[in-house]
């Protein structure tokens, strides 16, 4: 196929540069990088080989692999399910088969900088739930801190394991214009989204198998065997350490996530109901008798873990489980009150914790972040609205935000009110355009918006699995990739050089 | 296993075996119905209308469609194919994970097939072959879940619920046709219907010979050990099933319900015919359901709902 270039004369007229006539005729490049193409539209060499074989592919072949990919999902039940009153239908989470690649150097420093983040993270959390030194450092607000919803007064000077706070981390970094990458925020909850990596490894793997196995692609099927061992590393004085993942049933929208993982690792699954707490040590409910369980991988929130202690209306948790957790006689992983580290305000600060922690230079950079509880930074945030991202400091899955080059004068105005009347909860980041991703859509191969979700295990040691969740923001031009508002996935290819 | 998964699966296995016995009632009654009297078809469909609980459900007017549409679809009858159906798939979608990919698309399939039908749509048609349908689909669930599912403990639970079912609702047929709520006296081509009921009109001939005699139908149904539709086969299978489940559990918890499955299976193995018919079939009947409940009050307390002190 012929591929046809033009002057660099005519791609800065245009702002885009069209790149021949096969599946990628319609693919535009814009300010955004590009993870396939340089800016000239030469193909960068990691993804040579991908963009040789699209080019000799059918169109119709390319749409029966993508077809493939989403029933192999159907038919694992890879799905969440959207009730109604006659009938549940079963959707997947789009996905898509063009992969997306990684170098070698980009993941070791990604891993590096992942693995410095959450030791820091880690120390922060020990440190504001015991003596509280960041605090007295004046490194940052007490406010920010005791103010956080999340802080969890109840976790004071309550000793985790290995003094690993977060377990289980889901860091989302994207590239900036420059092809940097950086971190936009940190999952320090219940992060999801890792049985969508393997998911999507496994159909990736039979739609190119023969560009999967040239590109010598590191693996990353061990994940479970990783999660494994990082639960079992929270209760070291056992032999046989009794672990259950806790989920909040069949009708949670990742319900499928923790079946699987739990299925994986050979370990229990329940929810609330099946487990009692007795002298304040934790059993689950068995046809041969009650079975005490030592570490629980909960995907429940701090809100609805425990009736006793926090929301008493929860019919998820289990009545007592703080108690056992407080007495030492269960772990929970991840532990509660994480929260208070992946709040949107005390984010802008992490690059400063890890000075203040490591004496270290930080690896990853943040994303420049205004924090509107600073006067002179909300003047600067309203009187730029048009330009900005701004976010509700407590909000997640891409809620109470506002993408001002995308909104009517008229919604910036609305969400101003709202930024005046409550400063403390926002902050803004100029609008980073997200780098683009060879995208399979109705019209051929296209640029789309990505981020990616590597999973960061912790507990007497750091363990990453060399791949990550490559979210894609399906509609053209968008920049919001959570599947909650219309994003799909990809999977990720870590190469091994 | 967890207690609730296990409680799943029981009553996953108690709405389908409850589902299978609606639809061959209704099946074998609606292809039945063209060779009785309007008098006797009346009758007919009165008991089968009591046999699976239904008479209440049938509005002021009274024929074959009522009553076939409250068995069957009736919203208000708790106890329809309909919604016996939604209880054994709602059960399943509960432990998933418990069973094979092939076992949940073949009820999930199922139900949501059956989930918009209306009776009316298919009256005029062969509503027989509708539930034969049904019924060859329900087959294959069984036979879908024998193939692919681990007889581990999980299997037991399904067993356990499968026979306390059938032994209940054969027990309760057997009362309608021997018991002294029959009026008049029974004849051929109801004794025929007893046994079509059952699936055991062939089975009987080739024990018994086409001679259809209400003591050997009797004897067939309660005491014969080979086919799968006899009282003593359903029992015989739950004390099977009760010595695989829980196999963690100290031998004094497993004792309460090991005891009450042997002494109802002791009333099937050692009685006989001649004693069943000089005594009270409906008392013996009667006797055989209460101490099935009993099995389920008890695996339910053993198994299931123990209370916390029981056990610690």
Known sequence: ?497 | MLSRVADSLYWMARYIERAEHTARLIAVKLESQVEQSSEDARASWMRTLQALSGEEFVADRFDAFAATDALAFARTNPSSLLASLRGARDNARQVREQLSSEVWEQLNRLYLRLQPVTLAAFWNGQPAEFFRGVLRDLHTIEGVAYSTLGHGEGWYFLELGRYIERAQAVSRLLDLYFGASFAGRPHYFDWLMLLKFCSAFEPYCKAHTAAIKPERIAEFLVFDREFPHSLSFSIDRIGAALSHVAPGAPTARRAACERLAGRLKASVDFGHIDELMKGSVAGFLAETTRQCEQIHDAVYATYIAYGAESVL
């Open chain 1, 1 to 497: 196929m012929q591929q046809e270039r033009r002057s660099v004369g005519d791609l800065e007229a245009e702002g885009s540069a069209v790149l021949g006539d096969g599946p990628c005729a319609r693919y535009r490049l814009g300010a955004a990088y590009d993870e396939m193409f340089e800016a000239g539209g030469a193909v960068r060499g990691h993804y040579a080989a991908l963009h040789q074989r699209l080019t000799h592919l059918p169109p119709e072949e390319l749409t029966r692999r993508q077809q493939a990919c989403e029933q192999s999902f159907l038919h694992q039940g890879i799905t969440f399910t959207v009730y109604s009153d006659a009938q549940a239908t079963e959707r997947i989470i789009p996905t898509d088969l063009l992969p997306r690649i990684v170098t070698a150097p980009e993941w070791d420093r990604i891993e590096r900088g992942l693995t410095q983040r959450i030791a820091a993270l880690n120390l922060f959390l020990r440190d504001v739930y015991s003596d509280g030194l960041v605090l007295k450092d004046r490194v940052l607000p007490r406010s920010m801190v005791y103010g956080s919803k999340h802080y969890l007064r109840e976790m004071r000077g309550l000793p985790v394991p290995a003094g690993a706070y977060i377990n289980v981390c889901g860091t989302d970094l994207v590239r900036n214009e420059k092809g940097e990458f950086v971190v936009l925020e940190d999952n320090l909850r219940v992060p999801s989204g890792v049985s969508y990596m393997l998911a999507n490894r496994e159909v990736v793997r039979r739609a190119f198998p023969g560009t999967f196995r040239a590109a010598g692609v590191r693996a990353i099927e061990h994940y479970p065997r990783e999660l494994l061992a990082t639960l079992r590393a929270l209760a070291p004085f056992q032999d046989d350490v009794s672990i259950a993942v806790l989920t909040p049933g069949v009708f949670n929208s990742a319900y499928f996530e923790h079946a699987f993982l739990a299925r994986q690792m050979g370990v229990e699954l329940v929810e609330g109901r099946d487990l009692l707490v007795n002298d304040n040590v934790l059993y689950a409910r068995t046809t041969s008798g009650l079975k005490r369980i030592d570490v629980v991988y909960r995907r429940i929130d701090d809100d609805f873990i425990d009736p006793l202690i926090f929301r008493e209306d929860s019919t998820l948790g289990v009545p007592g489980i703080f108690n056992a957790y407080r007495a030492g006689n269960v772990v929970i992983a991840n532990a509660l009150g994480t929260g208070v580290a992946d709040d949107k305000a005390v984010y802008a600060y992490v690059p400063k914790l890890i000075r203040y922690y490591l004496s270290e230079e930080p690896i990853l950079e943040n994303v420049e972040t205004y924090l509107c509880r600073e006067p002179a930074q909300l003047s600067h945030v309203l009187a730029n609205l048009d330009t900005l991202v701004v976010k509700a400091v407590g909000e997640s899955g891409g809620y109470g935000m506002l993408i001002g080059p995308h909104a009517s004068e008229a919604e910036r105005q609305a969400f101003a009110i709202k930024l005046r009347a409550n400063p403390d909860n926002y902050i803004a980041q100029p609008t980073i355009q997200l780098s683009t991703a060879p995208t399979f859509v109705e019209s051929g191969v296209e640029a789309r918006h990505v981020d990616l979700r590597p999973f960061i295990l912790n507990a007497e040691e750091t363990r990453i699995v060399p791949g990550a969740l490559t979210r894609v923001a399906l509609k053209r031009g968008s920049l919001v990739v959570n599947s909650s508002q219309g994003g799909g996935s990809k999977d990720t290819w870590v190469l091994n050089q």
